[in-house]
């Protein structure tokens, strides 16, 4: 069965620092992988996914994700944080039969002027 | 833009009461979905509706039952309010067969059971 795990629950940084999330996920068919952001008191935004088309994803506001199959990753990055970019991130993937996502318990975004 | 519509943003309610969450969206999807949220589990799926009439359960369907009588509009039913049920509820929708794309959420529905 397909299943998501986000490796710490709360991750903070300084303003401008490198923002690293990381999840890893465990599939029996190739995998759909989505990040998806959520702001205090709002749903949930999408900020880019994996379909096999390329391992390295752009998303909004300058996020990448690497697909890597050999690590079962699919690591959150941005280069330079803002303070804006703080919120709760969750990645997801596609269930097996393709119709629900199945997430990951979310990490937490702190960031620090 | 799809937009997801969930017809209150906060709502109280009291233990036993019939509680409906309202969903509705104008991309004319086939799939919509309803999760609970809560703190440090993430977004569980309670229930999901393929098509009008349609529906599947979900990991935790318990306690809940589901209505679609127009393809736009997902209804979720707490049947007997316990505060257990006391979360955060989201819904979504999504093209049917688009496994490879994403599903759109609204804005939420945080229910209080007293």
């Known amino acids: 069965a397909q299943s998501v795990t986000q490796l710490g629950s709360h991750v903070s940084v300084s303003e401008g620092a490198l923002v690293l999330l990381r999840c890893n996920y465990s599939s029996s068919v190739p995998p759909y992988l989505f990040w998806y952001v959520q702001y205090p008191n709002q749903g949930l935004q999408l900020l880019l996914k994996y379909t096999s088309a390329a391992t390295l994803v752009k998303g909004i506001n300058d996020f990448e994700a690497e697909f890597k199959k050999s690590e079962t990753s699919f690591h959150l990055t941005k280069p330079s944080a803002h303070m804006s970019d703080a919120a709760e991130y969750f990645c997801a993937v596609s269930d097996q039969a393709g119709t629900a996502l199945i997430f990951g318990k979310g990490t937490t975004l702190s960031v620090s002027s | 833009d799809v937009k997801v519509t969930q017809s209150s943003r906060y709502l109280v309610k009291r233990t036993g009461e019939k509680v409906f969450l309202e969903c509705v969206q104008d991309m004319d999807h086939e799939n919509m979905f309803w999760y609970r949220q809560d703190p440090g589990l993430g977004l569980r799926l309670i229930y999901f509706?393929?098509?009008?009439?349609?529906?599947e359960k979900g990991d935790i369907p318990e306690g809940y039952s589901v209505s679609r009588e127009k393809k736009e509009r997902f209804s979720l039913i707490l049947e007997s309010a316990s505060t257990n049920q006391t979360s955060m509820y989201l819904c979504a929708s999504r093209v049917r067969d688009g496994s490879n794309q994403p599903q759109h959420f609204g804005d939420g529905t945080r229910l209080s059971i007293l």
């Open positions: 509706s393929y098509d009008v009439k349609m529906k």
